[in-house]
């Protein structure tokens, strides 16, 4: 049965959905800065793993499989769960979040050769098409944050087929992205996790969290908070200093994900009006900030435009999307008014 699923996928099966080319290269080092995209199996049973909906949901055993640059079929064992909260939720998502969990000996010298719990985004609602371009989008948004900042979940995007091993489910292809394991990243930037309850913004480094906050502004989310601990990571160097990572874009204005709303506790009606929610400094640190996102314009831009797997048309809202925030931080009115008047004690 593996050969012959394997068979399909390399004869076009992952060929289908927006159309995008593949890598056949041999794996490097550096698993997360390959930018090409993947293309892999994963071999299961769909109708026990799409059932679990549980916060705390059971690991199931799986198979991931691929074919390497010489043509070979390689499998590897994993074990897969669901994970999330909001899109565990059926009634928002017939596909849920998933986790993959390799065991080190099983993958030297294959493709996820360094990886162990790999997080990916998947497609949320199987019959509509068009969800695939929310995960394109949602991927963009990490991609657009690294643009800003090593000290940034890395991402890499792939096309996934998810095939039942109870045959009860018929094969589905659909793009997806890989999100980088918070330990790995907090190693690669030399620091470590650290867990914090109440962080105030005023112990972060003030360049740092304006462009923090600058982003979520610029994206138009407003589900995150470093108060709560909601969306964001916590990472510490040696000398002490804490650093604000954040994750989960799916309901930025940048995104618009169908089921995303605004944050309660705010006074917008739509994800794609923008509402800042960075902390007060005692003195402008914002100025810098917008110098900041203003030399890297043109990389933002070049980002957009050069994500082929978006419609033209997406492209264009997702660039006026982000020519009405340039507007706001270049008017010194504007950059007072929606801005720096309205950050949060």
Known sequence: MRSTILTLVVAGTLAGGLGTPVSTQPPPRDFFADRSVLQFIILTDLTVLLADRELDSPERPAEVGYEDAD???????????????????????????????????????????????????????????????????????????????????????????????????????????????VDEMATRNDTRVVDIDGFHQLLADEIEIGVHDVFQYMIGNTDWSTLLSQNVEFIQDRDGNVTVVPFDFDWAGIVSSPYAKPAPDVPIQDVRERFYMGGCRPTDHLTPVFQHFIELKDEIYDLVRNESRLAPERREQLLAYFDDFYATITDERLAEERIRQACRM
């Open 71 to 181: 043509g070979q079929a390689v499998w590897l064992p994993v074990q897969v769960k669901t994970r999330g909260k909001f899109r565990l939720v059926e009634d928002v998502c017939d596909f849920p979040p998933i986790r993959l969990n390799f065991r080190a000996r099983d993958v030297p010298w294959t493709l996820f050769e360094g990886q162990d719990k790999l997080k990916l985004v998947t497609h949320c609602r199987t019959p509509e098409p068009d969800y695939q371009h929310h995960v394109i989008l949602e991927y963009l948004t990490y991609r657009l944050y690294e643009l800003f900042t090593p000290k940034s979940f890395r991402t890499r995007l792939a096309q996934v087929t998810y095939v039942d091993a109870s045959e009860t489910h018929a094969p589905i292809t659909r793009y997806a992205f890989l999100i980088e394991d």
